[in-house]
């Protein structure tokens, strides 16, 4: 099941370009890129057998959602949704 979805903070530090620095959430997507997202999830996890608590990163450009990882452990951001 679809939990929440958040929006990570990445900034600049010295010479490096994209540093995370935090996640914000939960935070609100179109209605239709949270569907295509929940479909892809359900089927990676059933394609998978994936059980337990996971996270779903994927970068959202203007032609949608691309998917880049399931990590198998809850997210650092989980505490957001606690």
Do not use: W
């Not at 370009?17 to 295509?36: I, Q, S």
């Not at 998978?48 to 970068?59: H, M, P, T």
């Amino acid at each position: 099941r679809l939990i929440g979805f958040n929006d990570l903070i990445v900034r600049p530090l010295g010479a490096l370009p994209h540093v995370y620095r935090g996640a914000l959430g939960p935070v609100a997507l179109p209605a239709p890129v949270a569907a295509a997202i929940d479909a892809a999830l359900d089927a990676l996890a059933a394609r998978f057998a994936l059980r337990g608590l996971a996270s779903l990163d994927f970068v959202l450009g203007a032609d949608g959602a691309s998917l880049l990882e399931i990590n198998p452990r809850p997210s650092a951001s989980m505490a957001a949704y606690a």
